[in-house]
């Protein structure tokens, strides 16, 4: 790390390295914290060495918050209540950025980005697995049965294409020292996106829950409130939902067909 730093010398880092799957964590919560706690610390050691004049962005998680009352929006400042070694990993780490800033006045702004998809992602996450198993069986490899897990939660679900563009505003824009929410502020129930990504398939498929795809714990209710970073920043997410998964369908539609 200290090494790229130094041949590198850059004026504006994005910390997004670290292991981001909370399901992983559960199975392998040394390399979750490894990665995530002590390389969160190694970059912010090399940062106040080599370069304590750049500006860092911090991603973290919207875990961090736990599960909050239905029907609410955690805002930057409501208790953390990490549920899984994925958020408490990303709430220390969160931490150690800010306190770097204060001890060593580094440049740092912290992002928690509540869930976001798109082209691109793995399937070890929900919604590209959702994908890839309609692609299967649209294309004959797969039997009509979309395997799922626990669709009984509420997520504020956002384009990775938008969040993006929240990084940036934030590296442009985000006060030094702050902790932003980045997320669309509305909330659906996981059973909604899989039954209209199940209702764009082109076969008829039947939603079956898997007992391998439930988390030891999980969080029923979890959507944020945004404000903070449109008004520092006039950042929103602009992208529907809808596009959203129509353009990760069509990426699985293509891998089935062996374009991808």
């Known amino acids: 790390?200290?090494?790229?730093?130094?041949?590198?010398?850059?004026?504006?880092?994005?910390?997004?390295?670290?292991?981001?799957?909370?399901?992983?964590?559960?199975e392998?919560?040394?390399?979750?914290?490894?990665?995530?706690?002590?390389?969160?610390?190694?970059?912010?050691?090399?940062?106040?060495?080599?370069?304590?004049?750049?500006?860092?962005?911090?991603?973290?998680?919207?875990?961090v918050y736990g599960s909050?009352?239905?029907?609410?929006?955690?805002?930057?400042?409501?208790?953390?209540?990490?549920?899984?070694?994925?958020?408490?990993?990303?709430?220390?780490?969160?931490?150690?950025?800010?306190?770097?800033?204060?001890?060593?006045?580094?440049?740092?702004?912290?992002?928690?980005?509540?869930g976001h998809t798109g082209p691109g992602q793995t399937p070890r996450f929900v919604i590209p697995s959702f994908a890839?198993?309609?692609?299967?069986?649209?294309?004959?490899?797969?039997?009509?049965?979309?395997?799922?897990?626990?669709?009984?939660?509420?997520?504020?679900l956002t384009d990775v294409r938008d969040i993006v563009e929240g990084y940036c505003a934030l590296l442009e824009r985000g006060h030094r020292g702050g902790v932003y929410n980045l997320g669309r502020g509305e909330g659906v129930v996981l059973s909604q996106v899989a039954a209209s990504l199940a209702a764009m398939a082109k076969v008829e498929v039947r939603v079956e829950v898997d007992p391998a795809r439930l988390r030891p714990a999980d969080v029923p209710y979890l959507v944020?409130?945004?404000s903070r970073v449109r008004r520092d920043t006039g950042w929103h997410a602009t992208r529907p939902l809808a596009q959203t998964l129509s353009d990760v369908l069509q990426e699985w539609r293509g891998?089935?067909?062996?374009?991808v």
């Not at 891998?255 to 374009?259: E, N, T």
């Open 1 to 26: 790390v200290a090494s790229v730093w130094e041949s590198v010398r850059p004026d504006l880092v994005v910390h997004l390295a670290g292991q981001s799957s909370a399901a992983r964590s559960f």
């Open 132 to 156: 890839q198993q309609i692609a299967a069986i649209e294309a004959g490899k797969a039997e009509p049965v979309l395997r799922v897990g626990n669709l009984e939660v509420t997520r504020d």
């Open 255 to 259: 891998a089935a067909r062996g374009q």
């Open 68 to 114: 909050i009352e239905p029907g609410t929006r955690a805002n930057e400042d409501a208790p953390q209540k990490p549920v899984s070694p994925y958020a408490l990993s990303k709430s220390i780490a969160e931490r150690l950025a800010l306190e770097f800033a204060t001890q060593h006045s580094l440049d740092v702004v912290c992002a928690r980005p509540f």
């Open 224 to 226: 944020g409130d945004p």
């Open 28 to 63: 392998a919560p040394a390399e979750t914290f490894e990665a995530n706690v002590l390389g969160t610390f190694r970059m912010l050691q090399a940062m106040h060495a080599v370069a304590p004049r750049a500006r860092m962005l911090v991603v973290g998680t919207s875990e």
